[in-house]
């Protein structure tokens, strides 16, 4: 199975967000680029830095696709460390506790997520069964 934020899961991301019909459906209108940058948890929140992880997620009528690195105008860039972007991934924390307690960051549009809400709501659907599906077995 990859590894959370390994190359190999940005591919599995990408193979879920393009296969899946909800989220073709949702984007058949729209088209909005969801940016998030992934630091280490060990206080460095540095934008290349070692363990440093960044990916957007591009959704443009219909045809919706995962590309590892930072896009050059994201309409919504979402910022966190490792242990909350996991705790988020695994369904132990929802992204509103985390963002209310400063542990995620907004940046851009904040109006596109209330506009894109059921889009957002299935992409996340989408992170947690490619994240259950590639997390090791416990």
Known sequence: MPEYLSDAWIEAMNRAVADD???RAATADITLIVQQTVTPS???????????RT???RLDHGTNTVVSGAHPAPDVTFR???????AIAGGHESAQIAFM???LRLGG???????HQGC????AAISARTH???????
């Open 109 to 115: 549009d904040s109006r596109a997520l209330i506009a």
């Open 132 to 138: 259950d599906a590639t997390a090791p077995a416990s």
């Open 80 to 86: 966190c460390d490792r242990d909350t972007a996991l």
């Open 21 to 23: 019909p909800a989220l």
């Open 55 to 57: 990916w957007y997620v």
């Open 120 to 123: 957002l709501t299935a992409l």
């Open 101 to 103: 307690a400063g542990r």
């Open 42 to 52: 060990d206080g460095s929140d540095v934008d290349a830095g070692p363990g440093t």
